[in-house]
T-cell receptor, first 113, second 116 residues
Framework: QKEVEQNSGPLSVPEGAIASLNCTYS??????FFWYRQYSGKSPELIMS????GDKEDGRFTAQLNKASQYVSLLIRDSQPSDSATYLC?????????????FGQGTILTVHP | DARVTQTPRHKVTEMGQEVTMRCQPI?????VFWYRQTMMQGLELLAY????????DSGMPKDRFSAEMPDATLATLKIQPSEPRDSAVYFC??????????????FGPGTRLTVT
């Protein structure tokens, strides 16, 4: 079992819809969770971080964390073609020092006009 | 606008040559990470440092790769000798210091390496 798992997609949504990206992790002791966006040919860009159960909203983005289910998700409201990218889920596992991240393989999102 | 910088952005070299990649972390960040990204393997952690001391380099091929932090503003990744299978994008990332209750990592633009 991979430590961090994501559906590789591609996930295709129409412009204006809600895109829902999901991630599960295996280490129950994990404490910190992140979503990165990576455009083709570019570096990963941190877009959301979440540390406690529940929802965290930032503009059109909402991160949701459920530690009991070992599940973290990212919702993108009013999706735009410019949101088309690969979204990487990353986790700091329990007992890991100094912010070492474990990444999922990424979900490719395509928003079509 | 604080950013991680990396040089060179692109490097094409022949098999057997030495390659050196450089990274300047964000001022005040005390952890530095080196990653490699390929289509097949995704993002792989090669090595990381805290306060310039290497913490873990188990992701690196030891016989040809080396990573150092000569000072707080410079991290280097060297490959000697380079091989075609080293062709990838190499990212440097720096992280917020511990003690703030959270860690966040920010990536540089990457070095795209092609070994022929």
């Amino acid at each position: 079992q991979k430590e961090v798992e994501q559906n590789s997609g591609p996930l295709s949504v129409p412009e204006g819809a809600i895109a829902s990206l999901n991630c599960t992790y295996s280490d129950r002791g994990s404490q910190s969770f992140f979503w990165y966006r990576q455009y083709s040919g570019k570096s990963p860009e941190l877009i959301m971080s979440i540390y406690s159960n529940g929802d965290k909203e930032d503009g059109r983005f909402t991160a949701q964390l459920n530690k009991a289910s070992q599940y973290v998700s990212l919702l993108i409201r009013d999706s735009q073609p410019s949101d088309s990218a690969t979204y990487l889920c990353a986790v700091i596992a329990g007992g890991t020092s100094y912010g070492k991240l474990t990444f999922g393989q990424g979900t490719i999102l395509t928003v079509h006009p | 606008d604080a950013r991680v910088t990396q040089t060179p952005r692109h490097k094409v070299t022949e098999m057997g040559q030495e390659v050196t990649m450089r990274c300047q972390p964000i001022l005040g960040h005390n952890t530095v990470f080196w990653y490699r990204q390929t289509m097949m393997q995704g993002l792989e952690l090669l090595a990381y440092f805290r306060n310039r001391a290497p913490l873990d380099d188990s992701g690196m091929p030891k016989d040809r790769f080396s990573a150092e932090m000569p000072d707080a503003t410079l991290a280097t990744l060297k490959i000697q000798p380079s091989e075609p299978r080293d062709s990838a994008v190499y990212f440097c990332a720096s992280g917020t210091p511990p003690g703030q209750g959270y860690y966040e990592q920010y990536f540089g633009p990457g070095t795209r390496l092609t070994v022929t």
